[in-house]
Each structure stands twice: as structure tokens, then as C-alpha cells.
């Protein structure tokens, strides 16, 4: 029987290569000179496509040139880099990696809320510089006291509030509608919750349905005590109103692992001194990555076994 044959648009775990190959027969574009002249000749028989956002934007295009594609499974769990509803009308399934980061993103969070409000990167550049000898480094804000807002109650938002409980700090929410079984706090819109509270947790999707969420009203109505965390994705922000907010006082901090356009983060943005910025590492250890790897293999394998994924994502539900 001739073995289904994947692709792998872009630099991926060499583990994931190596368990498809055991199944099927893998094509990694990074291994050939001119990789478009290379796809136009497996373009008709790909099946399968593992992709992460390192591939860029996959859409019509690509589904265009892949037109025997069945599935295709994203490494990570936001997946506003697939084109899901043009997957969907021409029958693709697209997968994601839920579940497997969850507890990862989570605890980054909470490092990354604390190097902010304790200023830990820079009271580390205060030792490392000399600047200890010349005297102590500035009292900072704290966790105590703080009501903690999150933005979108999903998987890893709820990971957060656990996390924070554990802290004795109140907890409030908004999402696209208040969650029966939370007992948290529920506010309406960013605003009201950003209005409720001094730190405000972003943790929502990302894609055109949150683009800017967080926009100078929400900044203001934070206020100036108030610290902003991204976790999420870039666009969940108004990049250019939260670098105003830090200039300005607006807000008093801000800790982001996330950015408009990245790995391009804006010299202003880097200037400022009342940030602690990540370069978008949330799930990136070697324990989570392995997971996630291991569940684009394994939707993968399911599809092709049985005819339906592990992981279907909204727009693309298994057949039948």
C-alpha cells in the first residue's frame, strides 16, 4: 500500500519529523535549495500538512497548490495562522495542541506577572552592572492586595486563576459570556472588567474577532497603578496605544511575550524601562514542545487510522 505523504512547510521538532516518517513518507522544505520548484512536483500527492506558525499564513494558496490535502495539524493551539473556514469549505481538517500547554503558558504567566510588579530583570541588571555599590535598587510594586482580571476564561486562563488563587489575590473574568460554574467575579466588557481591577491578564485568542481588545479605552480605564499582561498573541493589543499608556503613565507596566509583528519588536517599546518583555517563549520548554509535537503526530496518524482527528478545531469538526 502506498504510504499517505506529509509535508513540513517549515523548521519543525526533529522528533516530529522522525515518528511521521515511521508511517509516512515525509517532505521537509528546508531540506531542498529551491523549495518551490521542489513542491510543485509532490504538490499533488500531500495529504497531510504539519505546520506551525514558522510556515506563515496558510490559506487558499496553499490549499490551492495541495490539492490533495485532507488534513492539517498545527503545532501550538492558536491556529489564527490557518485559514480554517477556506479549509473548511473544501473538506480540510485542521487540528491544533490543546490541552498539552496548558499548565507551560500558565506558569510563564505567572513568572512573567511577577518579574513586572518585582522588577526582577531589572534588579538583576542593578547586581550584574555595579550599581548595587552605589546603593540599593528601588523598592517596587507588589502582588499583595491586587485584583487580578483575566481575559478569556479558556483552558490556560483557568490554569492562571488557580495559580493565583494560591497567591490570596480576588480574581475576576470576561469572556463571550459569563461561565456558570465559575464562581469569579464576571464583568461584561474589557473595560468594565480593566475598570474592576489593577492588572489585567490577556489569554484570549488570537485572529480578527480580538484584534485590539485591549485598546486605549481599556489602557485608560486600567489606570495608573495598573500592570498589563500578554500572553496571548500581538494583536490582541493596540501595540502603538500601549507604548503611549508606558510613556505616559497611563499604565505603570507592562510584561509581554507577545507582539504585532514579530520578531520585530519596536525600538520604543524596548526602551522602556517599566516593561518585561519575552521573546514569545509561553510553552516554549523542551518537556511542552515535545508534547505538542507528539499530538501533531498523533492527529496525524488518527486521521489517516480512522478517518477522524484527536483534535478538530471549531470551524473543521470530524466528518460525520
Not at 243 to 252: S, V
Amino acid at each position: 500500500m502506498t504510504r499517505p505523504e506529509i509535508l513540513i512547510p517549515a523548521p519543525m521538532l526533529p522528533s516530529v519529523a522522525a515518528a511521521l516518517s515511521e508511517r509516512f513518507v515525509v517532505h521537509q522544505l528546508r531540506d531542498h535549495a529551491d523549495p518551490d520548484a521542489f513542491l510543485a512536483t509532490v504538490a499533488p500527492r500531500i495529504r497531510g500538512l504539519a505546520a506551525s506558525s514558522l510556515a506563515g499564513r496558510i490559506g487558499s494558496d496553499w490549499f490551492d497548490r495541495l490539492p490533495a490535502l485532507e488534513i492539517v495539524a498545527n503545532f501550538g493551539v492558536g491556529y489564527d495562522g490557518i485559514d480554517a473556514n477556506a479549509a473548511a469549505e473544501r473538506g480540510i481538517v485542521v487540528t491544533n495542541t490543546p490541552g498539552v500547554l496548558d499548565e507551560e503558558v500558565a506558569d510563564l504567566t505567572l513568572g512573567l506577572l511577577l518579574a513586572t510588579l518585582r522588577r526582577i530583570p531589572q534588579a538583576d541588571r542593578h547586581v550584574r552592572t555595579g550599581a548595587w555599590g552605589q546603593g540599593p535598587f528601588p523598592l517596587s510594586p507588589t502582588l499583595r492586595g491586587r485584583r487580578i482580571g483575566i481575559l478569556g476564561l479558556g483552558a490556560i486562563g483557568k490554569a492562571v486563576a488557580r495559580r493565583l488563587e494560591a497567591f490570596g489575590v480576588a480574581v475576576a473574568y470576561h469572556g463571550r459570556s459569563r461561565q456558570s460554574d465559575i464562581g469569579y467575579d464576571y464583568h461584561a466588557t474589557p473595560v468594565a472588567l480593566a475598570a474592576a481591577c489593577d492588572v489585567l491578564i490577556a489569554i484570549v485568542p488570537g485572529g480578527r474577532g480580538t484584534q485590539h481588545l485591549v485598546d486605549a479605552a481599556v489602557l485608560a480605564a486600567l489606570g495608573p497603578d495598573g500592570i498589563f499582561i500578554n500572553v496571548a498573541r500581538g494583536s490582541v493589543v493596540d501595540q502603538d496605544a500601549l507604548i503611549a499608556a508606558l510613556q505616559d503613565g497611563t499604565i505603570l507596566a507592562a510584561g509581554l511575550d507577545v507582539y504585532a509583528d514579530e520578531p520585530n519588536v519596536p525600538d520604543s517599546l524596548r526602551a522602556l524601562p517599566n516593561t518585561v518583555l519575552l521573546p514569545h517563549i509561553g510553552s516554549a520548554s523542551q518537556h511542552t514542545r515535545e508534547a505538542m509535537g507528539k499530538l501533531v503526530v498523533d492527529n496525524i496518524r488518527a486521521w489517516f487510522d480512522t478517518g477522524k482527528a484527536l483534535t478538530p478545531v471549531s470551524e473543521t469538526p470530524n466528518p460525520g
